[in-house]
T-cell receptor, first 109, second 116 residues
């Protein structure tokens, strides 16, 4: 089966950097995804990692270590609009995805 | 990327009535769609997997007679909440696999259901 663990809540200050960690267990790995979800809205795609290493996309970066079953999402130069839930998701070899419970990030002035 | 259209965005219904939510894949054929429910400040909970031309697969604890899923075509899946009760009030979201594989799942915009 798959267990996906990420912190429930985090708080950070506007302009700062925050790292959201995700650990997972899966019987067959086929990619790790991060989504952003604002309250009352559907999740939107942020990043995709299938090989080890760092993927950078503007203010957001995502890192993957397959051997450790570990990923993180790094948000730089935090803005108030970044307050949202961030979902870690793992895809298996059947292309089915499991979602973590999400990390609720609050950005304060 | 692929687009999934979900309607209605929000609906208010009386207790005991049924509500149908539609999910359409606009520019691709989705043989499989997924239905999720999400209560406020809680995680996405997979309710069922909708397969075109066959019966849906429901997750443990989800009543298939209450949450009817129909996937009659390659572009349309519907979820009908039958005999709705206030405790069914929630945010319902559909999704489909992104064909490119890069985006994982493409989500509909969600439906906010309020049962009064």
């Amino acid at each position: 089966g798959q267990n996906i663990d990420q912190p429930t809540e985090m708080t950070a200050t506007e302009g700062a950097i925050v790292q959201i960690n995700c650990t997972y267990q899966t019987s067959g790995f086929n990619g790790l995804f991060w989504y952003q979800q604002h309250a009352g809205e559907a999740p939107t795609f942020l990043s995709y990692n299938v090989l080890d290493g760092l993927e950078e996309k503007g203010r957001f970066s995502s890192f993957l270590s397959r051997s450790k079953g570990y990923s993180y999402l790094l948000l730089k130069e935090l803005q108030m609009k970044d307050s949202a839930s961030y979902l870690c998701a793992v895809r298996d070899l059947n292309n089915d995805m499991r979602f973590g419970a999400g990390t609720r990030l609050t950005v304060k002035p | 990327g692929a687009v999934v259209s979900q309607h209605p965005s929000w609906v208010i219904c009386k207790s005991g009535t049924s509500v149908k939510i539609e999910c359409r894949s606009l520019d691709f054929q989705a043989t499989t769609m997924f239905w999720y429910r999400q209560f406020p400040k809680q995680s996405l909970m997979l309710m069922a997997t909708s397969n075109e031309g066959s019966k849906a697969t429901y997750e443990q604890g989800v009543e298939k007679d209450k949450f009817l899923i129909n996937h009659a075509s390659l572009t349309l899946s519907t979820l009908t909440v039958t005999s709705a009760h206030p405790e069914d009030s929630s945010f319902y979201i559909c999704s489909a696999r992104d064909r490119s594989g890069v985006y994982g799942y493409t989500f509909g915009s969600g439906t906010r259901l309020t049962v009064v």
